[in-house]
């Protein structure tokens, strides 16, 4: 299948969206889960990190809906043309960045002093369910209980995927004892995320596929199938932190947190190339079920 230059930055400036989005959030649910273990400089750094996120996920928001209008078009000038950016926003997208913009705006807010308010928290949660607004999920009939699946696995994956940017500015802090008490606390916490994650996602592509075969005779089967494979590459990268570098931390290891830092950032890039297919294939394929 070939992409045109449209498809291309579309799904460049959705992957970015996907990222900045839920990275945002899950800085806001790492900090209200280990806050209390992080150090004051670091906080700090997480929370820059936070607000730089929030301004790229609504710029990169904005950037899609242009592309969008460009590929209906044929051309740049499309991106210019306020009927189809018009067409665009009233299509699902509008309303979709109007309560991202409005989520990450409570996120930043919230957790700008000490831990994260319960507010803030609810923020980074709307902030990150915000694609569940638009998409594949919302195409089903009934769509109420895809749209939750969607939701659950979105906050999840902010949850994980998320925190591994704050957790790395932890790793770098050169504290052994500090290191292995947010690594043991997040890992804890990242097992139900994992879970929420993994059993909302399977449970939402049997809908979306319709049948098991869909998985290899279907151009979205296929990238699914690549997701999955990324999954489990990550699955078995976190295992390992989990169970092997975090108690080499908690017993002092001094050669444990430069592994870790090694390890967190596979993770990540593991992380990016699955928002990379999530993007892939939610605009040049559709679900067999819909089909």
């Not at 990222?19 to 929370?47: N, P, Q, S």
């Not at 409005?102 to 000490?114: D, I, K, R, Y």
């Not at 209980?145 to 790793?171: D, K, N, Q, R």
């Amino acid at each position: 299948m070939s992409l045109s230059i449209w498809d291309a930055a579309l799904i460049a400036v959705k992957a970015i969206t996907y990222a900045a989005t839920l990275g945002a959030a899950g800085a806001v649910f790492f900090l209200g889960v280990c806050g209390a273990l992080v150090a004051r400089e670091d906080i700090l750094r997480i929370r820059r990190f936070t607000v730089a996120l929030a301004a790229l996920s609504v710029f990169a928001g904005a950037a899609q809906v242009l592309v969008s209008a460009g590929s209906m078009r044929g051309g740049a000038a499309g991106m210019a043309d306020g009927v189809l950016v018009q067409m665009v926003l009233q299509a699902g997208p509008g309303l979709a960045i109007a309560v991202r913009a409005l989520g990450l705006l409570l996120a930043v807010l919230g957790g700008s002093s000490g831990r994260p308010t319960w507010w803030a928290c609810l923020g980074a949660a709307t902030a990150a369910t915000s694609f569940a607004w638009t998409g594949h999920a919302r195409s089903l009939d009934p769509d109420v209980l895809p749209i939750l699946l969607v939701s659950v696995h979105l906050v999840a994956a902010a949850g994980w995927l998320g925190a591994l940017a704050p957790l790395l500015i932890v790793a770098r802090d050169g504290d052994l004892p500090r290191i292995g008490a947010t690594a043991a606390r997040f890992g804890a916490a990242a097992v139900y995320a994992v879970a929420a994650l993994v059993g909302a996602g399977a449970a939402l592509l049997w809908m979306l596929l319709g049948d098991f075969t869909a998985l290899w005779s279907s151009a979205y089967g296929r990238y699914v199938m690549l997701k999955l494979a990324l999954v489990a590459c990550l699955l078995c990268a976190a295992a390992f932190n989990k169970l092997r570098l975090t108690p080499r931390l908690l017993a002092g290891d001094p050669d444990s947190a430069r592994s870790l830092r090694a390890s967190i950032r596979l993770e990540m890039v593991l992380a990016g190339l699955i928002l990379a297919v999530t993007a892939t294939f939610t605009t040049v394929a559709g679900p067999p079920s819909l089909g």
